[in-house]
């Protein structure tokens, strides 16, 4: 199952935040279960965008 596959099938707003992240920075179409060693540096950035995007206090400007 892709990432927003699995966004539809869950309704646990804790893990639907998460995933949604993951959607919003372009990588929907990962799937579960996907190896890290798989991803390509490109994707373990925009994964690492999403955890930054997600912190508390922090303010981006566009």
Not at 2 to 12: C, G, P, Q, S, Y
Not at 44 to 52: D, F, G, N, T, V
Request: charged share 25%.
């Amino acid at each position: 199952m892709t990432i927003e596959e699995v966004l539809d099938f869950f309704d646990n707003a804790k893990i639907t935040k998460k995933l949604q992240q993951l959607v919003d920075v372009g990588l929907s179409y990962m799937t579960l279960g996907q190896s890290l060693t798989a991803l390509s540096g490109g994707e373990i950035q925009r994964i690492k965008l999403a955890q930054a995007l997600n912190k508390k206090g922090n303010i981006y400007i566009r």
